[in-house]
């Protein structure tokens, strides 16, 4: 069987048996289509499928085949964070500068430093720490992936509850928005290259230049025109940050976050994000989970997983309630903003293989983040349904 019939076979798991498991176990309440997505990538990795199907696993997943894959992946990714960025509202955030900087401060620091503890705790033992990571490296990674919201996989849960156009929606998304911001600073931080300081400087100082006038050029061009522009962007962008040593993630984050939503119509950029989730993320999933690594022993692993999600969870609880009696907010609101900003899932594993891609964390690591990651964003809607049901009135509120 040639490369080309064993990449169609591998596509044709990837797609087909997380939507069987969501479509039969109706398991949409708890775990969203995309979630599960995620965990089949990790029970159709080394560590599960490889682990009790040695043979299947290694006619399937040949390096042939994982080389394609990881290409769609690259360019899936990439995409799916330009649109995170385009979708940051800065100008909301703004006008509610000093509710919106207490709130996504709090619900940033707080699960950021519970998170370094939690990374402090494994940091003695070994295997978990990456070969080219310095110590402060490690723990601000890891406490960082603690502190992480999922802003378009919030959108798409906030969407099931009905909640993304009301006012306490709006004002959840403006949190959000200030974090990812942080978050992708903290990680050009972490991923600063000493030794090619130049280049990333350089880098910086070109797109700030060229970024001026991209924005000039699509202000002056037809909506059509700006889809196609926008992904020659990405690229370059790309390219960009992956050649100063800042990945390429980075670099498709600032090629989103420098547009402006307006310049596009929004339910199209609905319906792309839709489509980039549907045809192209589910590679990305399977991708990820090839990565996994299960060799300091799954109960190690699982036990790290379980410290990494209290840390993570219980922080950002701890943030957002301290902010909402800073802000004097309803009582239960706290909650329902709390459990929605916990939300990892796609954001926190491209921001743990990038950690992973850099060597700051080892695979073992990788595995109990995207294990934390998962669990924490099946957490969310069967927390927050039973809230909202008892508290309608919130979601009306406005700031």
């Known amino acids: 069987m040639n490369t080309t019939e064993t990449f169609l076979i591998a596509m044709a798991i990837i797609f087909t048996v997380p939507w069987l498991v969501w479509r039969i176990g109706r398991t949409d309440y708890f775990a969203p289509l995309v979630v599960v997505q995620i965990i089949a990538g990790i029970l159709l990795g080394p560590g599960i499928l490889g682990h009790a199907f040695p043979d299947a696993y290694a006619f399937v997943f040949n390096p042939a085949v994982v080389q394609a894959l990881n290409g769609i992946a690259w360019w899936a990714v990439m995409l799916f964070v330009m649109i995170a960025g385009i ?78 156009r009301q006012p306490i929606g709006q004002r959840i998304l403006r949190y959000a928005s200030l974090d990812d911001i942080a978050i992708w600073g903290v990680l050009a931080l972490i991923l600063m290259d000493w030794e090619r300081v130049g280049r990333q400087l350089a880098f ?20 059509n025109d700006r889809w196609h522009v926008a992904l020659v962007w990405l690229a370059v962008c790309a390219f960009g940050a992956d050649w100063a040593g800042l990945h390429f993630m980075v670099g498709a984050f600032l090629a989103g976050a420098i547009m402006d939503a307006e310049w596009f119509d929004q339910k199209k950029l609905d319906q792309l994000r839709h489509h980039v989730l549907l045809v192209l993320m589910p590679v990305f999933f399977l991708s990820t989970g090839l990565r996994t690594d299960w060799s300091v022993g799954g109960e190690a692993v699982f036990a790290a997983a379980a410290l990494l999600l209290a840390a993570s969870v219980a922080g950002k609880l701890a943030g957002v309630h301290l902010a909402g009696r800073i802000l004097r907010w309803a009582p239960g609101e ?56 008892r508290l309608r009135a919130l979601v009306l509120r406005a700031a």
């Not at 955030?93 to 519970?114: D, M, Q």
């Open 204 to 223: 910086l100082a070109a797109f700030a230049v060229i970024g001026y006038l991209f924005r000039r050029l699509m202000r002056r061009i037809a909506e």
């Open 334 to 389: 706290a909650a329902i903003v709390g459990w929605l900003l916990q939300t990892k899932a796609l954001i926190m594993i491209i921001f743990a293989n990038i950690l992973l891609d850099r060597a700051i964390i080892t695979s073992e690591t990788f595995t109990a983040l995207l294990l934390m990651a998962v669990a924490s964003t099946m957490l969310t809607v069967p927390m927050v349904a039973p809230k909202l049901a």
């Open 87 to 164: 979708e940051l509202d800065l100008k909301k955030a703004w006008a509610h500068r000093r509710e919106s900087g207490i709130t996504a401060g709090l619900a940033l620091g707080t699960p950021l430093a519970f998170g370094c503890a939690a990374a402090a705790v494994l940091l003695p033992f070994d295997g978990w720490i990456g070969s080219r990571a310095m110590s402060w490296q490690f723990l601000l990674g890891v406490g960082m992936a603690c502190a992480v919201t999922a802003l378009p996989i919030l959108i798409l849960l906030m969407e099931k509850l009905e909640v993304l």
